[in-house]
């Protein structure tokens, strides 16, 4: 199945990821903090099943293009499994790089940090608390070439 993607600068562009984060971080696991100024910079995607929003994530730097984050991903309850996570992160990767990106750090959850380890990143921390969450910070190194593949 294909899903079609859309790229937007700000959440005030994208209310879709707004909603999703909201169903997902605030209802289902409880975050209060879950929207911030890092929102308003940050470039959002949003993949759609059809006219249904289903998954997005959010990426941005702070200081240098050649490092940037990648936070705030998810997928609706209905749609785990289809591995849409995955496909968030290759949007993203492919804007890092296109903007200059060499390395991309997260906050992972701890019970996702298989998940990303899959995909090529490494944990470059312990544990910490974000709202009483465990979570771990992780790095991947993006080569010349890979948002092309």
């Known amino acids: 199945m294909s899903y079609r993607i859309n790229l937007s600068h700000g959440l005030a562009d994208n209310p879709d990821a707004a909603a999703i984060r909201e169903e997902v971080f605030i209802q289902e696991q409880g975050f209060i903090g879950e929207f911030d100024d890092i929102d308003a910079r940050a470039t959002h995607v949003v993949l759609y099943d059809g006219e249904d929003a289903v998954a997005t994530g959010r990426l941005f730097f702070d200081e240098t293009p050649r490092r940037q984050t990648i936070g705030r991903v998810a997928v609706r309850r209905a749609w785990r499994g289809r591995f849409l996570g995955r496909e968030v992160l290759r949007v993203l990767?492919?804007?890092?790089?296109?903007?200059?990106?060499?390395?991309?750090t997260l906050s992972a959850q701890v019970q996702a940090q298989g998940?990303?380890?899959?995909?090529?990143?490494?944990?470059v921390s312990g544990q910490y608390l974000d709202e009483s969450c465990p979570h771990v910070r992780m790095e991947k190194r993006l080569l010349p070439d890979e948002a092309a593949q």
């Open 93 to 104: 990767e492919a804007e890092a790089q296109r903007t200059g990106a060499q390395v991309i």
């Open 115 to 123: 998940f990303y380890e899959k995909l090529g990143y490494t944990a």
